[in-house]
């Protein structure tokens, strides 16, 4: 993930954090990314103390290493416009949280609200926050959803079935 403004990762740090103390005490946020946002996200986090609770794991290009912090996860998150990251995360059978009225990418249709994903509202740290905790609250759920957030994923968005559309165009 590209740690840059636009992508937001501040609202979703701070997000967090107001929610510390109610979340599990083994919950972690890890961060996988870097950009221009990555320095002013350090800072913050060790300001405020938090290191031990958000974990900075920078850009993983190994596919093991990156499986293992998904298959880890109860959920991603997308506090900015969605990307690609949507379409990985579905790929392991992780729901994620989007923000709602974004400028999102394509990517945004393999959202399926209370199957794959929930919504929080755009720019609103209390609402972020709040949603935060409720995906916690809801953790079986999202446990029981991961096969089929798999299965809609390669049903629709696998390279194979994307590459197919084309096909037929022709």
């Known amino acids: 993930v590209r740690l840059v403004k636009s992508k937001k990762p501040m609202l979703l740090i701070k997000a967090f954090h107001n929610v510390l103390d109610q979340l599990p005490k083994k919950t972690n946020l890890i961060i996988v990314g870097d950009g221009d946002q990555f320095s002013i996200i350090k800072d913050y986090v060790l300001k405020n103390k938090i290191e031990h609770r958000v974990i900075l794991k920078g850009h ?56 794959n994903a929930l919504y929080f509202k755009t720019n609103d740290l209390s609402n972020l926050s709040f949603s935060l905790q409720k995906l916690f609250d809801n953790k079986n759920f999202w446990i029981n959803q991961r096969n089929i957030i798999v299965e809609n994923c390669k049903n629709q968005y696998s390279n194979e079935i994307m590459a197919q559309t084309f096909i037929d165009l022709v």
């Open 60 to 115: 993983i290009f190994n596919f093991e290493r990156l499986k293992n912090l998904y298959f880890s996860s109860l959920f991603s998150v997308s506090p900015g416009y969605i990307g690609l990251s949507v379409t990985q995360s579905f790929s392991f059978g992780v729901p994620m949280l989007v923000s709602k009225k974004e400028n999102h990418s394509p990517e945004i249709e393999a959202v399926n609200e209370k199957v």
